[in-house]
């Protein structure tokens, strides 16, 4: 017997780049995803609430998170302020229906912010059902050197926060044991973007199945549980050669993790990670959902 998870798989629209934010919604519609994680940027679309919502309404095609301008490239995307950009982001998220905020941790040069940051997402997140999600990350390299860029800290899971995003492709760049991370994680774990890597420097953000990360066993971890939030193809396409050869790296993405997402209905668990790969580990405690204990940086 084989039980197909609630979990619903989202297509991310920085996955089509440099096509434009309306060819991802035409793309996830047209290859089955259940729906979209807009990429807020420098494209004006994605940065477009009724633009967006346009979008959706013609492609049928649900928006299920918003990620916010986190990134060196939309800095001036939403106000130069960290905090005014993730408060349209909510908004946003609100409109749409969105479940849930994909958030960087903040660059170590944004000193007030990243010494705000985890009070301040808490703070946000009790005012809002929309899910903060907060995302691993990992340390710049050059040559044989380490940057430390991210602060508190490029691994979240030393921070207390209501909701992570893992990526498996930080996971692979970092260089770090994904599945000990998801660990860490708990039922804290929110919201999942899939990718794969080799642990290059690079932040790769392979098609699943195409590096060395455990993206199989996540899904099947995933789907052997109680995890409640989304998984979002976040693949880097920009060396296709063609529109088709990118429609078919994203076919074979959402085929990937629609077979492994389908589990025997036997192996169903209470965590939201636990699956035959974590028997051997310890129980993982129950982590509060009360306020925090703030580490001061």
């Given at each position: 017997?084989?039980?197909?998870?609630?979990?619903?798989?989202?297509?991310?629209?920085?996955?089509?780049?440099?096509?434009?934010?309306?060819?991802?919604?035409?793309?996830?519609?047209?290859?089955?995803?259940?729906?979209?994680?807009?990429?807020?940027?420098?494209?004006?679309?994605?940065?477009?609430?009724?633009?967006?919502?346009?979008?959706?309404?013609?492609?049928?095609?649900?928006?299920?998170?918003?990620?916010?301008?986190?990134?060196?490239?939309?800095?001036?995307?939403?106000?130069?302020?960290?905090?005014?950009?993730?408060?349209?982001?909510?908004?946003?998220?609100?409109?749409?229906?969105?479940?849930?905020?994909?958030?960087?941790?903040p660059f170590r040069w944004q000193r007030q912010y990243s010494r705000d940051f985890v009070s301040g997402i808490w703070r946000m997140a009790d005012e809002t059902d929309v899910r903060f999600a907060v995302e691993n990350m990992y340390p710049w390299r050059y040559r044989d050197r380490e940057v430390l860029?991210?602060?508190?800290?490029?691994?979240?899971t030393k921070d207390d926060y209501r909701h992570f995003t893992v990526d498996l492709s930080h996971t692979a760049t970092a260089r770090a044991d994904a599945?000990?991370?998801?660990?860490?994680?708990?039922?804290?774990?929110?919201?999942?973007?899939?990718?794969?890597?080799?642990?290059?420097?690079?932040?790769?953000?392979?098609?699943?199945?195409?590096?060395?990360?455990?993206?199989?066993?996540?899904?099947?971890?995933?789907?052997?549980?109680?995890?409640?939030?989304?998984?979002?193809?976040?693949?880097?396409?920009?060396?296709?050669?063609?529109?088709?050869?990118?429609?078919?790296?994203?076919?074979?993405?959402?085929?990937?993790?629609?077979?492994?997402?389908?589990?025997?209905?036997?192996?169903?668990?209470?965590?939201?990670?636990?699956?035959?790969?974590?028997?051997?580990?310890?129980?993982?405690?129950?982590?509060?959902?009360?306020?925090?204990?703030?580490?001061?940086?």
């Amino acid at each position: 017997m084989v039980r197909i998870p609630d979990a619903k798989v989202a297509l991310s629209t920085a996955s089509v780049y440099p096509e434009s934010t309306a060819t991802a919604f035409e793309m996830a519609g047209r290859l089955g995803y259940d729906g979209v994680e807009v990429m807020v940027w420098t494209d004006p679309v994605s940065q477009d609430v009724e633009a967006l919502r346009r979008l959706s309404d013609y492609h049928h095609v649900p928006i299920l998170a918003i990620h916010a301008p986190c990134l060196l490239i939309t800095q001036r995307v939403w106000s130069t302020d960290p905090w005014t950009k993730l408060q349209r982001a909510r908004s946003a998220a609100e409109r749409l229906g969105a479940s849930t905020v994909v958030v960087h941790p903040p660059f170590r040069w944004q000193r007030q912010y990243s010494r705000d940051f985890v009070s301040g997402i808490w703070r946000m997140a009790d005012e809002t059902d929309v899910r903060f999600a907060v995302e691993n990350m990992y340390p710049w390299r050059y040559r044989d050197r380490e940057v430390l860029a991210y602060a508190p800290d490029w691994d979240v899971t030393k921070d207390d926060y209501r909701h992570f995003t893992v990526d498996l492709s930080h996971t692979a760049t970092a260089r770090a044991d994904a599945m000990s991370m998801v660990d860490r994680m708990g039922d804290r774990l929110g919201h999942v973007h899939l990718a794969d890597g080799n642990g290059s420097a690079k932040d790769e953000h392979l098609v699943p199945g195409r590096g060395n990360q455990p993206c199989a066993e996540l899904l099947e971890r995933l789907a052997g549980g109680s995890f409640d939030g989304h998984v979002v193809i976040e693949v880097n396409t920009r060396r296709a050669m063609s529109s088709a050869e990118r429609e078919a790296d994203l076919a074979e993405a959402l085929a990937f993790t629609r077979l492994h997402l389908a589990s025997s209905a036997g192996s169903a668990a209470a965590s939201p990670v636990a699956g035959p790969a974590a028997e051997s580990r310890a129980p993982l405690p129950r982590v509060s959902h009360g306020r925090p204990r703030i580490r001061r940086t």
